[in-house]
T-cell receptor, first 118, second 113 residues
């Protein structure tokens, strides 16, 4: 089973509108972190926002917010007031912490390509 | 503050050759991660180094190896290159913190002919 599922291969949004990118995850760990990254066509992965599994409040960073629903194992990214520069691939990722091994690498979803229309 | 840097930006090799990719982490970060982003395969974890030691490796053959130097910079070596090694190789660094957020470099695009 996939650990991170992003069901929307591509999304379109009108400039200045809000858009939600979906992400569901699967883990048996109690302690984990969820991340969203943006990858423009240049290739660099840009960190957007983080949500810890024990955080009770949804994370926000400027125009980005994370809609965290722990019981549903979902961590959707909401981008408000979309801009043309938001056109890019968006990846949801999870970091699990295995007891003992201390494994810290990220597991990524397949990504959603967001296109902002003027 | 300088971000993660990687060199070279592009690398073209032929099958059977060796490739060496380099990464310098953000100052103060001790952990370095390597990921492969091949077309159609998404981002796959390759290697994790921390304090000079290899801490974990992904599901890749032994011809993918690397090391971390005392200044925390890192090198990824790929021996006996195969066509399917063509990919964007991304390096990330993190510090010990409550979030352990990984910050990525611009990547090295490796093309194997």
């Amino acid at each position: 089973a996939q650990k991170i599922t992003q069901t929307q291969p591509g999304m379109f949004v009108q400039e200045k509108e809000a858009v939600t990118l979906d992400c569901t995850y699967d883990t048996s760990d109690q302690s984990y972190g969820l991340f969203w990254y943006k990858q423009p066509s240049s290739g660099e992965m840009i960190f957007l926002i983080y949500q810890g599994s024990y955080d009770e409040q949804n994370a926000t960073e400027g125009r980005y917010s994370l809609n965290f629903q722990k019981a549903r194992k979902s961590a959707n990214l909401v981008i408000s007031a979309s801009q043309l520069g938001d056109s890019a691939m968006y990846f949801c990722a999870m970091r699990e912490r295995y007891s003992g091994a201390g494994s810290y690498q990220l597991t990524f979803g397949k990504g959603t390509k967001l296109s902002v229309i003027p | 503050e300088a971000g993660v840097t990687q060199s070279p930006t592009h690398l073209i090799k032929t099958r059977g050759q060796q490739a060496t990719l380099r990464c310098s982490p953000i100052s103060g970060h001790t952990s370095v991660y390597w990921y492969q982003q091949a077309l159609g395969l998404g981002l796959q974890f390759l290697l994790w180094y921390d304090e000079g030691e290899e801490r974990n490796r992904g599901n890749f053959p032994p011809r993918f190896s690397g090391r971390q130097f005392p200044n925390y910079s890192s090198e990824l070596n790929v021996n006996a290159l195969e066509l399917e090694d063509s990919a964007l190789y991304l390096c990330a660094s993190s510090s010990v913190s409550s979030t352990d957020t990984q910050y990525f470099g611009p990547g090295t695009r490796l093309t194997v002919l």
